[in-house]
């Protein structure tokens, strides 16, 4: 029913930029977020940044405040998560899902669904 697939991963730089994209499809309504959440290896899946569609609020988690920003695109169905000013610590897979709401808070990862196979995202040093 609902899909949300990501991807614009690669490997880059430290200091180096990336630009992420989560296509959503099969919602209708707007009153949802979508959250994109990174897990590297042995690590347990964290928080990136989170945007509601209906008004656009956004989160970030304290590592990557600052330098990266988040965005919706309703004419293309696409949240997009641009990171800037990347280090080797962001490497790990990220993912998108969406969960029902508005709320920024709080952020849990067991709220949210849809979360496909992500896409990984490399920074060397």
């Known amino acids: 029913e609902v899909q949300l697939q990501a991807s614009g991963g690669g490997l880059v730089q430290a200091g180096g930029s990336l630009r992420l994209s989560c296509r959503v499809s099969?919602?209708?309504?707007?009153?949802?977020?979508i959250g994109w959440f990174r897990q590297a290896p042995r690590k347990e899946r964290e928080a990136v940044a989170c945007?509601?569609?209906?008004?656009?609020?956004?989160y970030f988690s304290d590592s990557v405040k600052g330098r990266f920003s988040i965005s919706n695109d309703n004419t293309r169905n696409t949240v997009y998560l641009q990171m800037n000013s990347l280090k080797p610590e962001d490497t790990a897979v990220y993912y998108c899902?969406?969960?029902?709401?508005?709320?920024?808070?709080?952020?849990?990862?067991?709220?949210?669904?849809?979360w496909g196979q992500g896409t990984q995202v490399t920074v060397s040093s």
């Open positions: 099969g919602l209708t309504f707007d009153d949802y977020v």
């Open positions: 945007i509601s569609v209906l008004d656009g609020s956004t």
């Open positions: 899902a969406f969960r029902w709401g508005t709320s920024m808070a709080p952020i849990l990862v067991t709220d949210f669904h849809s």
